[in-house]
C-alpha cells in the first residue's frame, strides 16, 4: 500500500478467515520500503499533462519498489514458518478523476508477480467508478470488520495524505450501512510545507507546527474551498489539495514556508474532519467514538486539535483496537484481495455512490 503521501510502500501479511458473521483478521508481519527522493519528488510533482512516456517510466519504477516490499515480507514470513498465497496491490495513485469517472493507480502488477513469484490483484477501483462510484474510499471495506462496536456508532478517521472518514453504526453488519468519504487535506498540505520549511518529507510528530501559531485569515480562506462543501459521497486527491490548492489559496505566489503555515495546514486538517463529523451527527448519524488511524495518527499536534475540536467525543487511536495505525490500510489491501479471490461483489453504494454491487481488483498470475 502506498498512499497520497507517496513516501513509499508499506506491506503487511494477514491471516484472514471467514468466522460466524464475518472476518478473522490477524496481522502477521510488516515492512516499509521508501521510495528514493528522486521518485518521490517525480511523483508529488505528476502532473496531467506529464508525457505518457514518464508514466510508464514512473510505473516501473514503482513496480519494483512494491516488489521490493513485497519480497522483504516474504522473507520474514519465511522465518515464521509462512508463505504468501496471494499479493493485494493498490498502487501509487497519480491522479484520480471522479468528476469523469477515471483514475490511474500505477505500479506495475505483473512486475510484482514476475520478482515475488506470486499471484497479484490489483487495481481495485476502476470497477467501482465503471458502474457510477467515486472509486473511494475503499476504506470502509476494513472499518467495518476492523471496528464496528457492539453497542456504540463509530466515526473511524484515516488520515494519509488525504483524510477520510468512515460512519460504522453500532452492531452495522454490512456495507450498505456505512456512510464513507473523503475529509479533504490530510498530512499531505503538512508535508509540502515541512518539506519547504525545513527540509525534511513530514513534520514528525507535529513539532513544526507545535512552534508556529495558526493564521486565522489564511484558515478562513482555505475552509472556503468549494471541496468542503460538497455532499457525500465525495473523494479527492492531490490534483485538488495539492499545488493547485496553494495556488489558489495563495494566488500572487507569495508563500512564507514556516512554522505558522504548518500550524495552518494542521488546524485545516483537524477542522475540516471535525466539520464533517459535526455534519454526520446532524445528519442523524451519532457519533460515540472517533478512532484515528493512518500515518496523522502519529502527529501528537494534529492529535491534540482533533481531540479539542470534536470534544466531547472521545477520540484514540486504532491501537486501542488493537491494530497500530499504519497496518489498517495494508489490512484494507488483504481484505480487497481475499474477497477478490472468491468473486465476492462489495456493495459500496452508498459509500462510494457505485449503482450496484461490484467484483472489485484484476487478477495477475505469476509467470
Known sequence: MSGTSADGVDAAAFDIRPKKGGLSIRPVASCHAAYKSDLAEALTQFHPTTSANQAMELDIAVGAVFAKAAKKLIKTLALKGHKPTLIGSHGQTILHRPDIGATLQIGSAAHIAAITGVDVWSDF???????????????????????????????????????????????????????????????????????????????????????????????????????????????????????????????????????????????????????????????????DQIIVCGGGAKNGSLMKRLIQLCAPDPVVTSDKNGIAPMLVETALMAILTYHASRGNALDLSAVTGSKRPVKLGVFTPAP
Not at 495524505?161 to 460504522?168: C, E, K, M, P
Open 125 to 287: 477501483r476502476r470497477a467501482d467508478m465503471a458502474v457510477g462510484g467515486q472509486g473511494a474510499p475503499l476504506a470502509p471495506v476494513a472499518h467495518l470488520p476492523l471496528f464496528v462496536s457492539p453497542r456504540q456508532a463509530t466515526a473511524v478517521v484515516n488520515i494519509g495524505g488525504i483524510a477520510n472518514i468512515t460512519h460504522v453504526p453500532a452492531a452495522a453488519k454490512g456495507l450498505q450501512e456505512l456512510i464513507a468519504f473523503d475529509t479533504g487535506p490530510g498530512n499531505m498540505l503538512m508535508d509540502m510545507v515541512a518539506q519547504k520549511a525545513i527540509g525534511q518529507p513530514f513534520d514528525r510528530n507535529g513539532r513544526l507546527a507545535a512552534t508556529g501559531l495558526v493564521d486565522q485569515k489564511i484558515l478562513e480562506k482555505a475552509l472556503k474551498h468549494s471541496y468542503f462543501k460538497k455532499p457525500p459521497p465525495k473523494s479527492t486527491g492531490r490534483e485538488t489539495f495539492g499545488q493547485p490548492f496553494l495556488d489558489w489559496l495563495f494566488p500572487k505566489g507569495r508563500v512564507n514556508w514556516d512554522a505558522n503555515l504548518c500550524a495552518t495546514m494542521t488546524e485545516l486538517t483537524a477542522a475540516s474532519v471535525c466539520f464533517e463529523i459535526n455534519r454526520l451527527k446532524h445528519g442523524g448519524r451519532p457519533v
